[in-house]
Nanobody, 120 residues
Framework: QVQLVESGGGSVQAGGSLRLSCRAP????????MAWYRQAPGKQRELVAK???????NYADSVKGRFTISRDNAKNTMYLQMNSLKPEDTADYYC??????????????WGQGTQVTVSS
């Protein structure tokens, strides 16, 4: 079992910025695709952004041009830079990663979630 470790959530006013981090502790054979999801109260969890091991990215239409996903493979860490935040970005944010263990078993790991609140 791998538990990803998230940090960086908080409360900001509309137009502000936050940077989320997600680290995969331990040693692995490889970490493949990584992604950020979010879940607002009363809504389903949705994909925010995804990044492959090679650095290719894609974004939900609602965050394009405002959010940037990146990763540092040497640190097993992924980031989400969120700019021009809007109240509708308020949600719990979760990181997700496909991890190939030393044993070559493939698992999907999740973070514990970090809260982002944007006030108008």
């Amino acid at each position: 079992q791998v538990q990803l470790v998230e940090s960086g959530g908080g409360s900001v006013q509309a137009g502000g910025s936050l940077r989320l981090s997600c680290r995969a502790p331990g040693s692995f054979f490889s970490i493949n695709d990584m992604a950020w999801y979010r879940q607002a109260p009363g809504k389903q969890r949705e994909l925010v952004a995804k990044i492959t091991s090679g650095g290719s990215t894609n974004y939900a239409d609602s965050v394009k041009g405002r959010f940037t996903i990146s990763r540092d493979n040497a640190k097993n860490t992924m980031y989400l830079q969120m700019n021009s935040l809007k109240p509708e970005d308020t949600a719990d944010y979760y990181c997700n990663s496909e991890v190939l263990l030393i044993s070559r078993s493939r698992i999907m790991a999740w973070g514990q979630g970090t809260q982002v609140t944007v006030s108008s």
